[in-house]
């Protein structure tokens, strides 16, 4: 069935540390992967995407990394600050102009 | 440019009552999407308009409708609410180019049914 998972469901980092979130999806003909990120009281905001030629794309302080012989996505953020804390969600459409999100991952940033 | 706005931005109902939310996309976007965000099924696809044409829609009951003017403002309507439809209702619009499908998502109307 349709379905976009995360591995963990919170993840709590020391500020100034790297973090890593990871992302399985399980439609193999999704190509086109996008991260969010939503704090307390706001709608989801893009951060980065990828299409599903690419395994590696690097934006502002993020990167998302895209293995497609396992199905896995993953954001990486570096130094991560207290403003990064938020509920973060990857997501996949497969054409038909309908995203499939995943159940998201809450990063704690430790001061 | 403004963003996605939705009102109310809360709602109280009781059971079996109907609403109905709104949405004004960013200028220019055509594209306006719903979702429903609860804690439990997370963020689940409602359904997505493009001039005035639903595209596609999610696995909800028919109780669950939308539609979107020719201005591309959207509305969704539920019907006979049930408790279980107490959520955070999103839009999101977005522009529709080629090799992007970025998203842009408002606060949301926050429902609760009584």
């Known amino acids: 069935g349709e379905s976009v998972g995360l591995h963990l469901p919170t993840l709590s980092v020391q500020e100034g540390d790297n973090s890593i979130i990871n992302c399985a ?18 709608g989801p905001q893009f951060i980065i995407d990828i299409r599903s030629n690419m395994d590696k794309r690097q934006g502002q302080r993020v990167t998302v990394l895209l293995n497609k012989t396992v199905k896995h996505l993953s954001l990486q953020i570096a130094a991560t600050q207290p403003g990064d804390s938020a509920v973060y969600f990857c997501a996949e459409n497969g054409g038909g102009f309908k995203t499939i999100f995943g159940a998201g991952t809450r990063l704690f940033v430790k001061a | 440019k403004a963003g996605v706005t939705q009102t109310p931005r809360y709602l109280i109902k009781t059971r079996g009552q109907q609403v109905t939310l709104s949405c004004s996309p960013i200028s220019g976007h055509r594209s306006v999407s719903w979702y429903q965000q609860t804690p439990g099924q997370g963020l689940q696809f409602l359904f997505e308009y493009f001039s005035e044409t639903q595209r596609n829609k ?15 403002r959207s509305e969704m309507n539920v019907s006979t609410l049930e408790l279980g439809d107490s ?6 619009s977005s522009l529709v180019l080629a090799g992007s499908n970025e998203q842009f998502f408002g606060p949301g109307t926050r429902l609760t049914v009584l």
Request: contains cysteine.
């Open chain 2, 58 to 72: 999610g696995n909800f009951p028919g109780r669950f409708s939308g539609r979107q003017f020719s201005n591309s």
């Open chain 1, 25 to 42: 999806y399980s439609n193999s003909a999704s190509d086109y992967f996008i991260w969010y990120k939503q704090e307390s009281g706001k």
């Open chain 2, 87 to 92: 959520a955070l209702y999103l839009c999101a």
